[in-house]
């Protein structure tokens, strides 16, 4: 269990660089000088895609939680 737990504060951490823009987004902002809306745009979707990973599992951990404090 501390293994599992060490390992999930080491990805929370220390995590890559990722761009996660669509093709067309992709398209427009690289044409423009600067380049910070690119940024904020791309933050912006990294920021929507992990909310709801980081959502379903606080509730799996609430519930293997619960069903292990169940078996004890």
Do not use: H, W
Not at 57 to 66: M, N, P, S
């Amino acid at each position: 269990m501390k293994n599992k737990i060490l390992f999930l504060v080491f990805t929370f951490l220390f995590f890559l660089e990722t761009n996660a823009q669509c093709a067309m987004c992709r398209a427009v902002l690289e044409s423009e000088e600067g380049q910070t809306a690119a940024e904020g745009i791309n933050d912006g979707i990294v920021y929507l895609m992990a909310i709801p990973y980081i959502l379903v599992g606080g509730l799996a951990y609430f519930i293997y939680k619960k069903y292990n404090k169940l078996n004890k």
